[in-house]
């Protein structure tokens, strides 16, 4: 009797931290129905895209994937899933490369839908959650993501998500603590804790801070960070239990959208400039020389440019270290895409750059700080025969070495500084690193 070959699996995720989160536990439920997991450059009998739709941008980037999965795997079966294909089914189902879509509630019951045509799969959104984190098989990142929280009961002006993902719903401490120590005992040493919304995790009748206080008490784990928390959830609590966790990292991401009250207001933001400014020397006061990254959306219906200078003004004299800067994105559904004075593709191009030069000068100056000190460094990944990884503020470093560094936190040296060109300093490690 011919032993039938083992079946395999590739992955592609787009998008963001939760995401990442969602396609590990889903990379595991194919390992325990036996599949082997190659990389997504291999031929596989399944290709599993889990997709985005934060952006028109991003809609592109998943159709621009799924052609080119179907192209390296003629043979293959190409699942799409995630909120693009939430939003869009319609749209993929035009597409011959396309064999079976899954909306952000079926994508985790893939092993019912597996045997199916693309066009009986449902795209129902329910209120159930479902946990989600890291698995060793996830690819490069040695930091692992564990999904707190799906969903969102905001609904700004901009935002497509809380109709791809329904409304806020959380994961339980103690199953929250279960899926950390399962992480850790699988090697992660650095754990980020993921969701829409995480700041809304008090929703559950449960605090943010309770959670981790919870989480930092597991053994064997190294370094914590939060992903994004909008401004209005950020509390003393929350801060002084980060503080005095002992390992949370030097690093928050807040976003802004917009410094004009104006826009803010449109926007449906749950709080004004000085609100917001208020919340970062709160955080400073904890964490006096942290890194904070922010989103930025430029180019929204009617920005003047009064409005524009205002933002850059504000970001020129914030602590604003990490910029991540996108053109509005008109979605369908949302009201501010029903707004009247939209803004034309190349002044919003204009006004990215504008911000993101302001933003490499930030971070150069930043990291000058850092230049001539260790830092702790958590090497992820070798990549131009340079190792590469991440130091409590989430500044990225490269080494020359020919040892193995992957998942090594390292007492690194630095000996310069971040550049608008390539983007991260470099380091270099001591003689006993490894012995």
Same mark, same amino acid.
């Given at each position: 009797?011919?032993?039938?070959?083992?079946?395999?699996v590739?992955?592609?995720?787009?998008?963001c931290?939760?995401?990442f989160?969602e396609?590990?536990?889903?990379?595991?439920?194919?390992?325990?129905?036996?599949?082997?997991?190659?990389?997504?450059?291999?031929?596989?009998d399944?290709v599993?895209?889990?997709?985005?739709t934060?952006?028109?941008?991003?809609?592109?980037?998943?159709?621009?994937?799924?052609?080119?999965a179907?192209?390296? @795997?003629?043979?293959?079966?190409? *699942? +799409?899933?995630?909120?693009?294909?939430?939003? &869009?089914? #319609? =749209?993929?189902?035009?597409?011959p490369?396309?064999?079976?879509?899954?909306?952000?509630?079926?994508?985790?019951?893939?092993?019912?839908?597996?045997?199916?045509?693309?066009?009986?799969?449902?795209?129902?959104?329910?209120?159930?959650?479902w946990?989600?984190?890291?698995?060793?098989?996830?690819?490069?990142?040695?930091?692992?993501f564990?999904?707190?929280?799906?969903?969102?009961?905001?609904?700004?002006?901009?935002?497509?998500?809380?109709?791809?993902?329904?409304r806020?719903r959380?994961?339980?401490?103690?199953?929250?603590?279960?899926?950390?120590?399962?992480?850790? @005992?699988?090697?992660?040493k650095? *754990? +980020?804790?993921?969701?829409?919304n995480?700041? &809304?995790? #008090? =929703?559950?009748?449960?605090?943010?801070?309770?959670?981790v206080?919870?989480?930092?008490?597991?053994?064997?784990?190294?370094r914590?960070?939060?992903?994004?928390?909008?401004?209005?959830?950020i509390?003393?609590?929350?801060?002084?239990?980060?503080k005095?966790?002992?390992?949370?990292?030097?690093?928050?991401?807040?976003?802004?959208?917009?410094?004009?009250?104006?826009?803010?207001k449109?926007?449906?933001?749950?709080?004004?400039?000085?609100?917001?400014?208020?919340?970062?020397?709160?955080?400073?006061?904890?964490?006096p020389?942290?890194?904070?990254?922010?989103?930025?959306?430029?180019?929204?219906p009617?920005?003047?440019?009064?409005?524009?200078?205002?933002?850059?003004?504000f970001?020129?004299?914030?602590?604003?270290?990490?910029?991540h800067?996108?053109?509005?994105?008109?979605?369908?559904?949302?009201?501010?895409?029903?707004?009247?004075?939209?803004?034309?593709?190349q002044?919003?191009?204009?006004r990215?750059?504008?911000?993101?030069?302001?933003?490499?000068?930030?971070?150069?100056?930043?990291?000058?700080?850092?230049?001539?000190?260790?830092s702790?460094?958590?090497?992820?990944?070798?990549?131009?025969?340079?190792?590469?990884?991440?130091?409590?503020?989430?500044?990225?470093?490269?080494?020359?070495?020919?040892q193995?560094?992957?998942n090594?936190?390292?007492?690194?040296?630095?000996?310069?500084?971040?550049?608008?060109?390539?983007?991260?300093?470099?380091?270099?490690?001591?003689?006993?690193?490894?012995?």
């Amino acid at each position: 009797m011919i032993k039938n070959e083992q079946k395999t699996v590739s992955f592609h995720t787009l998008g963001c931290r939760l995401n990442f989160s969602e396609t590990g536990s889903i990379a595991k439920k194919f390992e325990d129905n036996g599949y082997k997991i190659v990389p997504f450059e291999s031929s596989s009998d399944v290709v599993y895209l889990n997709t985005c739709t934060v952006t028109d941008g991003a809609d592109s980037s998943c159709r621009n994937l799924i052609r080119k999965a179907k192209k390296s @795997n003629p043979n293959s079966k190409i *699942i +799409v899933t995630g909120c693009y294909a939430q939003m &869009e089914a #319609e =749209k993929l189902q035009s597409m011959p490369e396309v064999d079976l879509i899954l909306g952000n509630t079926e994508k985790y019951k893939v092993f019912d839908y597996l045997n199916l045509k693309k066009h009986e799969a449902k795209i129902d959104l329910t209120n159930e959650f479902w946990g989600a984190y890291s698995t060793p098989s996830d690819f490069k990142h040695t930091r692992g993501f564990l999904k707190i929280q799906d969903g969102c009961n905001y609904i700004c002006s901009f935002c497509i998500i809380p109709f791809a993902r329904g409304r806020s719903r959380t994961i339980s401490i103690q199953e929250a603590r279960s899926n950390a120590k399962a992480m850790i @005992n699988e090697g992660y040493k650095e *754990i +980020v804790l993921t969701g829409v919304n995480i700041g &809304e995790y #008090e =929703k559950s009748g449960n605090r943010l801070e309770d959670l981790v206080s919870e989480i930092v008490q597991i053994d064997g784990l190294k370094r914590l960070r939060l992903s994004s928390v909008e401004p209005n959830t950020i509390t003393k609590t929350l801060l002084e239990t980060l503080k005095e966790s002992g390992k949370y990292q030097n690093h928050f991401h807040i976003p802004l959208q917009s410094a004009s009250d104006r826009i803010l207001k449109s926007m449906r933001r749950k709080y004004s400039i000085n609100e917001y400014r208020e919340k970062l020397q709160l955080i400073e006061s904890y964490f006096p020389h942290a890194a904070i990254g922010a989103d930025i959306i430029t180019g929204y219906p009617q920005e003047s440019i009064d409005e524009f200078e205002e933002t850059y003004n504000f970001l020129e004299l914030s602590p604003i270290t990490h910029f991540h800067v996108f053109p509005y994105s008109k979605r369908k559904g949302t009201s501010a895409s029903k707004l009247e004075g939209h803004i034309s593709t190349q002044l919003k191009k204009e006004r990215v750059k504008i911000l993101n030069s302001l933003g490499d000068k930030k971070i150069e100056n930043y990291s000058k700080q850092f230049q001539g000190l260790a830092s702790e460094v958590l090497f992820e990944q070798k990549k131009k025969g340079y190792w590469e990884g991440y130091t409590p503020e989430f500044l990225r470093v490269k080494v020359t070495s020919d040892q193995d560094l992957k998942n090594k936190i390292i007492n690194t040296k630095i000996i310069s500084s971040y550049s608008d060109k390539c983007h991260q300093m470099t380091g270099v490690l001591p003689e006993n690193a490894l012995r």
